[in-house]
């Protein structure tokens, strides 16, 4: 994916590369980045356990653990 290429010369801000993967069905590839995003404080992220998009991944764990942070 060219974000994830870019993202190693420039900073490309963690919480948009999850949407895509979650949009291609990675579910582990997603879950790595919004990790980051935790990491980083990422504000984005404290509506994410309710945005209906997500709804299909919140059984899974790394989903949950990704969302606990």
């Known amino acids: 994916?060219?974000?994830?290429?870019?993202s190693v010369s420039e900073y490309i801000a963690p919480h948009y590369?999850?949407?895509i993967y979650l949009?291609?069905?990675h579910i582990n590839?997603?879950?790595?980045?919004?990790?980051r995003a935790a990491a980083e404080h990422?504000?984005?992220?404290?509506?994410?356990g309710a945005a209906r998009?997500?709804?299909?991944?919140?059984?899974?764990?790394?989903f949950a653990r990704s969302c606990a942070e």
Not at 1 to 6: D, F, G, K, P, S
Not at 42 to 48: E, I, M, Q, T
Not at 53 to 62: G, L, M, N, Q
Request: hydrophobic content about 40%; charged content about 20%.
């Open 17 to 19: 590369i999850p949407e």
């Open 1 to 6: 994916m060219e974000l994830n290429h870019r």
């Open 23 to 25: 949009a291609l069905g």
């Open 53 to 62: 998009h997500y709804e299909p991944f919140t059984t899974k764990p790394a």
């Open 42 to 48: 990422n504000p984005l992220l404290v509506g994410l």
């Open 29 to 35: 590839q997603a879950c790595d980045w919004l990790e």
